[in-house]
């Protein structure tokens, strides 16, 4: 469902010229992400007592932002990525122009999209469309992604490893908080309480980091074979993980903990209807690559 | 107010490291822009029923779109400008990431900051307010300043001249939608009707375009020293102008044809509440650089 509405989200092509963009768009947002983001907003929806359905402009809105944040963050002067997903990056594909302002019109569809009344039912109010606008814009920018991004490009190459609270800013802005946007915002649809959307806060913030450590395990101790991408990159290049900081066995414990803390956000809630996010949460804990 | 609701709105320093982002956002927002924008909004706000102050946040956003579109344009793989508005552009001030990073965060403030239902009376209805967010996405993305800027960078450096049709689309996106959406957001955010509206859209799209044929009027005809920056750069340059697509008298007409529609669609509303946009129309034509 949120595959087939990502490729008609896009506005189709108002000039032959404009095409360029069109595609570039077309290109990464469908470039066959897991769409984990969508299916957090659309589960946290109905965990909040709506219909799934009904958040669905919203989770486009997160996968854009990602999409987006990918985009810009592939150009040769930030992380420098020909490869996204296998396929060539979108500055690759096409060309830096063309990547720079597909990112940029990808982030105004999102909230395009998101702010859109007529695409959703009437049980939702504008009010809580213009709260899911304010969640994913703050998500985006100085106070998310953005800085997340900046402050962990001026982390990379320096001589001394990355404190441990400067790793987890970072974390938390560059990764947990669209995944924070994610949840609170389909929550918010489905007309959550504000005791809900803390505790849908509390579960995205510990996913976020558990992702990130179990990632910078899975780099230590799996073959390239069994991951899938080349192994062990953090530890050839300056990179700062946990088991880096912290060490191998305190960030397993760290990871354990952080899948307890996420879980334990989720005991408020109906069991069944918690299920897909208790899922998902030990998806990311317990994945071999 | 303008002014100092910009320098407010510039979301605080959450960590050390985030300083920079801060202070590169800052610096390109407050580099001393005319504010038309944010002029326009609250003026159509009024002339459409309602206090000028109401219109506030979403005229910051769209001095906040107008900011991070120049960030954007002036980087290296882009328009390549080194100095914006006398002082060094951002890119040059700060680095490239932190510039591509401002601009992005500077987006996602302008839909902050117009979706905040706290910062708006309650005059306004939050349905007013999300189709105000749909209007400022609209103009910023494929339908608007983006795409105006990728097929303006495409047809520059091309051996033959850009047709008429493809030079308008170009001033309409990259120019006349930002122009377009202060009005109409003013008017939404005002209580206007969708004739109003309409007409504003009209007004719009005629003083973006008449700013464009003004400025290349200006660029062939005034010396140096007239215009306080560089004269006959697009005779120099390969850049499609008006006057070398059309002469310059048929330019003159076309920007007094443009002046007139752009007048001609305010005599539906008051006159004296119609007196700062025919103001700013006069002065968009005759003005001396």
């Known amino acids: 469902?949120?595959?087939?509405?990502?490729?008609w989200a896009i506005p189709a092509k108002s000039f032959p010229q404009s095409n360029l963009l069109h595609e570039a768009m077309h290109?990464?947002?469908?470039?066959?992400?897991?769409?984990?983001?969508?299916?957090?907003?659309?589960?946290?929806c109905k965990l909040a007592g709506g219909l799934e359905s009904w958040a669905l402009p919203a989770a486009l809105a997160t996968e854009m932002i990602h999409t987006m944040s990918l985009i810009h963050d592939d150009l040769p002067f930030m992380d420098n990525d020909d490869l996204r997903r296998g396929r060539l990056a979108c500055h690759k594909a096409f060309d830096e122009p063309t990547a720079l302002l597909a990112g940029d019109a990808m982030l105004a569809l999102a909230f395009e999209t998101a702010s859109n009344l007529s695409s959703y039912p009437a049980d939702v109010s504008p009010d809580r469309i213009a709260r899911?606008?304010?969640?994913?814009?703050?998500?985006?920018g100085a106070e998310g992604v953005a800085v997340g991004q900046l402050?962990?490009?001026?982390?990379?190459?320096?001589?001394?490893?990355?404190?441990?609270?400067?790793?987890?800013?970072?974390?938390?802005h560059k990764t947990a908080a669209?995944?924070?946007?994610?949840?609170?915002?389909?929550?918010?649809?489905?007309?959550?309480?504000?005791?809900?959307?803390?505790?849908?806060?509390?579960?995205?913030?510990?996913i976020g980091l558990l992702f990130q450590v179990v990632d910078d395990i899975l780099d230590l101790t799996k073959s390239s074979e069994e991951l899938g991408k080349t192994a062990g990159?953090?530890?050839?290049?300056?990179?700062?993980?946990?088991?880096?900081?912290?060490?191998?066995?305190k960030s397993r414990e760290f990871a354990e903990e952080l899948l307890g803390q996420a879980k334990e956000q989720l005991n408020g809630f109906d069991s069944e209807s918690a299920a897909p996010l208790v899922y998902l949460a030990n998806?990311?804990?317990y994945r071999q690559k």
């Open 27 to 44: 290109y990464s947002l469908m470039a066959g992400g897991k769409r984990v983001r969508p299916a957090l907003c659309l589960a946290a």
């Open 178 to 206: 669209l995944l924070e946007a994610a949840v609170v915002t389909g929550a918010i649809i489905g007309g959550g309480s504000d005791e809900q959307i803390d505790w849908l806060r509390g579960y995205a913030r510990s």
């Open 283 to 285: 998806y990311i804990a």
């Open 233 to 249: 990159k953090d530890l050839a290049s300056d990179k700062t993980t946990y088991p880096k900081l912290i060490g191998l066995d």
């Open 132 to 140: 899911v606008v304010g969640e994913l814009a703050r998500c985006s």
């Open 1 to 7: 469902m949120v595959n087939q509405a990502l490729d």
């Open 151 to 172: 402050v962990d490009l001026k982390s990379t190459g320096l001589s001394e490893p990355v404190p441990l609270d400067k790793l987890e800013y970072i974390h938390l």
